[in-house]
């Protein structure tokens, strides 16, 4: 049995879980600062890092205790050293350091995307996952970031699409915040868009040929469009009142949600279902903050023709047990962190 206390702060959750065998959730603690950063309407990183500092002690003793776990019965520490923010990511990968160094045990640096691709390999109490049988295809869509990867084994990655532009979560956030619905933009939208018709509005579908990369900046730029024509018109037959912010436009922020949604799944299920069929995966898994969209999960399992899998809510978002997930592959063969493991920014996905 091998048991890793796993650290997470790539953003803005400060989160620490103990995972045994890369499967089972013993604990899995996230301190969360939405409430911090909503009023900027997104992260603010200096302030993100302070309250790293702030958390990681507590947090940490909270996951070994969750777990009935004493220091003594760790077998490794795992950490997030990228992508992120660079204070962000300080503040964990130090925590790990100190930890490994004090108990003399291994220290392994993780690919914060690697986790969210080993988050469907997590066993909770309410899930219990068959065994994942290679190849399968991965859709990780995650903050900056959207990538379709093929995955041969376990370390084994062939990235076949990435985002040329903005990645599906950034879209997400910068509607709602056209939008006036909030910040993180994900939910806000899907919420948004029950009430709404996702044929309102016919938004742009990038499909860049037969590549399997995504771009959604022109999507992003057809929505604000919209939102300015509805804004002008308001500001003509109301000038003066409109002059002096009384009066806000009429916009169909429903219909606009909804319709921005749907062509975001047309492409990310699109792609994703032909990636599977020229590659012949066993089954298709989603990952990241975005996977936890309703109309998403279930397009794309209609769509596949083959299972697809997708981590339970609170696994989509970031947490530390899915870095002890990825981290026990590599404790298994020995992929073990030097003391001069360092922050990487933009960390890039890699076979190791």
Known sequence: MCKILAIESSCDETAAAVVIDGIIVK???????????????????????????????????????????????????????????????????????????????????????????????????????????FPVLALIVSGGH?????????????????????????????VARMLELGFPGGPAVQEAAKEGNPQAYDFPRAWLGNSFDFSFSGLKTAVLRVIQKYTKTNILQHPAMAAQAKVKPTIPIADIAASFQMAVVDVLVSKTKAAAEKYNVSEVLLAGGVSANALLRNKMMAACGRPVRAPSLILCTDN??????????????????????????????ESK
């Open 27 to 133: 604990s899995n603690v996230i301190a969360s600062q939405l409430e911090i950063h909503r009023r900027y309407g997104g992260v603010f990183p200096e302030v993100a890092s302070r309250q790293h500092i702030l958390a990681i002690s507590t947090v940490i003793q909270d996951a070994l205790i969750e777990a009935r776990t004493g220091w003594n019965e760790l077998d490794a520490v795992a950490v997030t050293y990228g992508p992120g923010l660079v204070g962000s990511l300080l503040v964990g990968v130090n925590a790990a350091k100190g930890i490994a160094l004090a108990l003399d045990i291994p220290l392994i640096g993780v690919n914060h995307l690697e986790g969210h691709l080993y988050s469907n390999w997590l066993k909770t109490d309410k899930t219990d996952p068959p065994p994942i049988k």
């Open 146 to 174: 959207t990538e379709l990867v093929l995955v041969h084994n376990h370390g084994e990655y062939e990235i076949l699409g990435r985002t040329i532009d903005d990645a599906a979560g950034e879209a997400f956030d910068k």
């Open 320 to 349: 530390a047990a899915m870095i002890g997930a990825a981290a026990y592959w590599h404790f298994k063969v020995g992929h073990i962190s030097g003391w001069d493991l360092d922050v990487v920014t933009n960390l890039e996905l």
